[in-house]
Nanobody
């Protein structure tokens, strides 16, 4: 069973930054696309950023220019660098592994447990 473990969330002031990490295990990590999703209370889970096996990236309009997704295949880890955070970014953040290497293969069947990001002064 694929395991995904997120970390890096917390409380940050508006305008601040955080870097989320997601470590994957029991998977040939380099062969799969990865994605970061958010879910705010009472809302559906939605895609923020995704990265293909080859490193091609795609972002939701709401985070474009502020968030950066990257991956380190040697560490089986995908990152989400979040800058210029605002209250609208408050949510639980989840990583997901795709069904294949294209970022169109997201979302796949496996999710992490989530990490909470709260943006507040």
């Amino acid at each position: 069973q694929v395991q995904l473990v997120e970390s890096g969330g917390g409380l940050v002031q508006p305008g601040g930054s955080l870097r989320l990490s997601c470590v994957a295990s029991r998977i040939s990590f380099s062969r799969y696309a990865m994605g970061w999703y958010r879910q705010a209370p009472g809302k559906q889970r939605e895609l923020d950023a995704r990265i293909s096996d080859g490193g091609f990236t795609n972002y939701a309009d709401v985070v474009k220019g502020r968030f950066t997704i990257s991956r380190d295949n040697a560490k089986n880890t995908v990152y989400l660098q979040m800058n210029s955070l605002n209250s609208g970014d408050t949510a639980a953040y989840y990583c997901n592994v795709g069904r294949g290497g294209s970022y169109y293969d997201l979302p796949g069947n496996y999710w992490g447990q989530g990490t909470q990001v709260t943006v507040s002064s």
